[in-house]
């Protein structure tokens, strides 16, 4: 047995929220409840820390295999449990990317010598090509949890449909980044009063929301599962909110930077402000803020 003492115990399901221990037995928890005594069990002294359920991030780079000099799959795997995430899915950007059944498999065996649980999408499209559709019926049954092409837009709408329909077919989840290249011009800063002080003109939120608008109404037409990856712009808030409403099976995630940080940050720390899709202005996080507190964003 193991006995967690004196911690702050949260449960977003039941919202219990209280200092407590935690009794735990063949890797289930029997009991929580203050002052717990159990002898012979290990203890571990929980004081001034958060026990909750594992938290899930299901958007991760992990790199390997092919990038292994910016992470690995075993160092990922340690940074995600000290942050206390026990499930995680790796992207498909790998080298080779993950289009086949056997890179894959082989990708998930070494995933699965690791402490918490990861999973991982396939691509879309063969080798991120953006056309050739990936055999999904295989890379199901070799792992993949969903496909994505993850950083690269699916610009052909032609393509996404049919993707989108086999994804139906298949009960899949389809994970996209949404942004127009033709509406971009300098990738991680946003186009506005920042970047024309920096002398660039920026990524538009338009090259967002209107793929964001197009892509929803396929899903819309499929009713085939289809998640935004990190939205940044208030409109795409707007967008996905109107798309649920319609009937759409649409979902969509935004990072902690996106809703704490502006596109200010670029003048203040520099480089490191630049991200993809990029920060923003206070009134899209006012707007991204409401869309996580009425579930739109989830």
């Given amino acids: 047995m ?8 949260i449960d977003p399901k039941t919202g219990f929220d209280q200092v407590a221990d935690v009794l735990i037995q063949d890797k289930k928890i029997i009991r929580i409840a203050k002052d717990l005594e159990e002898e012979d069990a290990e203890i571990i002294d929980a004081s001034n820390l958060i026990v909750a359920p594992g938290l899930i991030d299901i958007h991760v780079h992990f790199r390997e295999p092919g990038q292994t000099h910016k992470e690995t799959i ?19 950007n790998t080298k080779p990317i993950l289009s086949s059944p056997e ?11 690791e402490k918490i649980h990861i999973k991982s999408v396939a691509s879309i499209t063969k080798d991120f090509d953006g056309q050739h559709l990936t055999d999904f019926d295989t890379l199901l049954a070799a792992g993949a949890v969903g496909f994505s092409d993850d950083g690269i837009p699916l610009s052909d709408s032609g393509v996404l449909h049919e993707a989108l329909k086999k994804a139906k077919k298949t009960d899949s989840l389809l994970s996209i980044h949404e942004e127009d290249p033709n509406l971009v011009d300098t990738l991680g800063i946003n186009e506005g009063e920042v970047a024309h002080q920096c002398g660039l003109t ?16 396929l899903a819309l037409d499929t009713q085939a599962r289809l998640h935004i990856q990190h939205l940044s712009a208030g409109e795409s808030v707007d967008v996905v909110r109107f798309a649920q409403k319609m009937g759409a099976k649409v979902s969509a995630e935004v990072t902690p930077q996106h809703f704490s940080l502006t596109e200010q940050a670029v003048l203040e720390i520099g480089t490191n402000a630049k991200l993809n899709p990029p920060l923003r202005q206070t009134k899209d996080i006012a707007k991204i803020l409401e869309g996580l507190k009425d579930n739109t964003i989830v």
Avoid: P, Q
């Fill in 202 to 217: 920026g990524a538009t939120k338009v090259a967002e929301y209107s793929m964001i608008a197009r892509d929803a109404m």
């Fill in 103 to 113: 890179v894959l498999a082989e990708t998930l065996k070494l995933a699965n010598e």
């Fill in 2 to 9: 193991i006995l967690i003492k004196n911690g702050r115990v």
């Fill in 74 to 92: 075993h160092t990922g795997a340690l940074s995600a449990a000290r942050g206390g995430f026990t499930t995680v899915v790796m992207m498909a």
